[in-house]
């Protein structure tokens, strides 16, 4: 074990898995620091956000391969490298550039094993960054997972634990299926123990970040984060939270949801991303159906307004739901009373 | 010219299965029982045989929505092709992909693309997995006219010349892009001269002539196979029918269609040269015929008495495992 922050883990787990499996390679913008230019040869840094620090000194340019700024063309040749032979992890700097290559992801490499008649998936990672906090506006900071879970054939991981991240990165690269790695800025300097070794964890299981009987609150990727310090306040007001990460949404452990909303009959889901067809309306949609009987308050959606992600730091915070936003709506969904 | 007389009876026997495959098809399709759409390659037979014929399983091509010659060129059996155009049980893609989906990567073939500029970075994809596995394989992206002006084809011919990587763009200027002229829709001089300016050698030819794909493509494999990056090649074939079969076709004249016919058919060129040299023999020509007359038959009679897929598989192979 090493204490050691999520950047650091999701660095360590494409290390410990390139060590093992010479297949694996890694694509994109400046992972291996920037090739050509006037600084010498040799590694320069590892991506703007320094997540591929030191793969290019220990693998190589074969394997860490810098690419020119092409999102399609990054996608694409990772998906016919993972038809023919390769694990390759490409990086999509910026979740919000799927735009200039979505086509490469969702009807090529998606739809591969279906489309092909099982002949073979893409077994490909897309590594991605997510939300805002860092008052980057509206091209650098949505947190569009949504879109990608929509999609049948990808798989979308949302890690929000140094721990996590590093066993679903592992695993998002084991896996035949493309799936979509999910990192959140504002939790690169997140710290938690993570052992050396490599090891997985299964997608579709959620992880119970704290167990309580009042309310269910599912907390996706860093909002799981408010959700637990919205739980300790909300515990002095003797409201007990059971706050939910579910980790991977496409699979998405309903399971784990609906046993919780058994035992408190009262749901609220927090998500980042714009409300319209988000994932906490799935959630809640597939609450409505399974836990009907169960429910004891409406079902709560917080989520960002239907808006593109201001740059002013002012406007960015209000966008993003925030621990005492997350506390008022359980307090609320704590207090209801049925009418019936 | 460099070919056997085996090699010469093979070329033949490959445009003559497409010809007389996509002829079917189109007759066939008319009958109303095929599902979709389908794009006929008659007119371009030389391109995917002078292509494919360098070749192996091994390397791997990327195709486009008219596809069917591609995947006949690579090796796809037509019986796995009529079944999957039937998008039947037991098609190559479990009748999931259709015609414009076809793949077999069994044979290299890494699907025909519903995607008009769809493949180019998937064959890209598949060159830097045998640069990276050193298993010097290449790779072939097989792009029309009209999919040159994608985003997408741009960039796969960029990454590959600054990776060097063992991938050959082939052009198939077959005239149209949909419905729009290349003296419209191309805003370069010519495809070849943009593709030049991507740092590649790229060289154009006539698409209708065999032996002229065929050495021009000899040379370029020779540069991927030993590491010396890509090329572009531009065939010139004008297509015969329309975007789609059952395209009124009001973007061009009749006359056009009946000179090529006359003129430019890539298999009566290819007979005139071969009988001229005296290399083959007209009779070995009227056996190959009637061979593949049957074979396209036979296929074409396999898949419209082969089971659709069950409804039990409609939710089947979405992924490995979820």
Redesign the interface.
């Known amino acids: 074990m090493t204490k050691m922050t999520l950047r650091e883990a999701i660095t360590d787990a494409m290390r410990v898995e390139m060590r093992l499996d010479p297949?694996v390679?890694l694509?994109g913008e400046d992972v291996a620091g920037g090739r050509g230019g006037s600084g010498g040869e040799g590694e320069k840094s590892g991506g703007v956000m320094g997540l591929t620090a030191g793969l290019y000194t220990e693998f190589g340019a074969?394997?860490i391969?810098d690419?020119?700024i092409?999102?399609?063309?990054?996608?694409?040749?990772?998906?016919?490298?993972?038809?023919?032979?390769?694990r390759?992890i490409a990086e999509l700097m910026f979740a919000d550039f799927f735009g200039v290559c979505f086509?490469?992801i969702y009807?090529?490499a998606a739809k591969?094993?279906?489309?092909?008649?099982?002949?073979?998936?893409a077994p490909m990672v897309i590594r991605t960054m997510i939300g805002a906090g860092v008052g980057a506006g509206p091209q650098h900071s949505q947190a569009v997972y949504p879109i990608f879970a929509h999609i049948?054939?990808l798989?979308v991981v949302v890690p929000t634990t140094p721990y996590d991240a590093k066993g679903l990165l592992i695993q998002a690269i084991r896996?035949?299926?493309p799936v979509i790695f999910c990192e959140h800025k504002m939790l690169f300097a997140e710290e938690g123990e993570v052992p050396d070794e490599a090891y997985t964890i299964e997608f579709?299981k959620a992880r119970v970040v704290c167990e309580g009987n009042d309310v269910t609150v599912v907390g996706i990727g860093r909002m799981a984060l408010l959700a637990e310090k919205a739980a300790i306040i909300l515990s002095k007001e003797g409201i007990s939270v059971e706050v939910i990460d579910p980790r991977t949404l496409s699979?998405f452990d309903m399971d784990t949801v609906l046993d919780s909303i058994e035992k408190t009959g009262r749901l609220a889901v927090v998500d980042e991303s714009t409300p319209i067809c988000s994932y906490a309306s799935e959630i809640a949609s597939i609450a409505a159906s399974e836990a009907f009987s169960s429910l004891r308050a409406p079902i709560c959606k917080i989520t960002a307004p239907h808006t593109p992600v201001p740059a002013a730091p002012n406007l960015e915070a209000a966008y993003v739901p925030s621990v005492e936003r997350i506390v008022a709506e359980v307090r609320k969904i704590s207090n209801y009373k049925s009418k019936i | 010219m460099q070919l056997s007389r085996d090699d010469l009876r093979e070329a033949y026997t490959t445009m003559k299965r497409i010809r007389v495959f996509e002829e079917r098809m189109r007759t066939e399709f008319q009958k109303g029982e095929m599902p979709g759409f389908v794009h006929l390659y008659c007119g371009q037979e030389a391109i995917a045989t002078g292509v494919c014929m360098h070749l192996s399983d091994t390397d791997?091509i990327?195709s486009t929505h008219r596809g069917h010659g591609h995947c006949i060129a690579k090796g796809c059996d037509v019986k796995d092709m009529a079944l999957e155009i039937y998008c039947r049980e037991d098609?190559?893609?479990?009748?999931?992909?259709g015609s414009m989906?076809i793949?077999?990567?069994?044979k290299g073939m890494?699907?025909a693309?519903a995607?008009v500029g769809?493949s180019?970075?998937?064959?890209?994809?598949?060159?830097?997995?045998?640069?990276?596995?050193k298993n010097k394989?290449v790779?072939v992206a097989f792009i029309g006219d009209g999919a040159s002006n994608q985003?997408?084809v741009f960039?796969?011919m960029?990454?590959a010349v600054?990776?060097k990587l063992p991938v050959i763009f082939i052009y198939e200027n077959n005239g149209y892009a949909e419905f729009t002229g290349i003296d419209y829709h191309c805003g370069a001089v010519d495809i070849t001269t943009r593709s030049r300016g991507f740092g590649m050698p790229a060289v154009k030819v006539d698409g209708t002539d065999f032996f002229a794909v065929h050495d021009v493509m000899r040379e370029a494999v020779e540069r991927a196979r030993s590491g010396d990056g890509p090329t572009s090649i531009e065939c010139e074939a004008l297509r015969w029918y329309g975007h789609y079969e059952g395209d009124p076709q009001a973007y061009r004249s009749k006359t056009e269609v009946k000179e090529i016919k006359a003129n430019k058919d890539p298999l009566e060129i290819f007979k005139q040269k071969v009988l001229e040299k005296q290399l083959m023999e007209n009779v070995e020509f009227e056996e190959i015929n009637s061979l593949i007359e049957k074979e396209v038959d036979d296929a074409i009679k396999l898949a419209l008495n082969s089971p659709v897929p069950p409804l039990s598989s409609l939710e089947?192979?979405?992924?490995?495992s979820?």
């Open positions: 297949n390679i694509l074969e394997r391969i690419t020119p092409s999102e399609s063309a990054i996608m694409g040749a990772a998906a016919g490298a993972s038809l023919t032979g390769l390759p086509d490469q009807n090529q591969f094993r279906y489309m092909f008649g099982n002949q073979k998936g049948p054939g798989k896996d035949n299926d579709g699979p | 791997n990327g098609g190559l893609c479990k009748g999931k992909g989906h793949a077999d990567l069994s890494l699907g693309n995607i769809g180019p970075p998937l064959a890209v994809g598949a060159a830097l997995a045998a640069k990276t596995l394989a790779a985003g997408t960039e796969a960029n990454l600054v990776l089947e192979n979405v992924y490995e979820y």
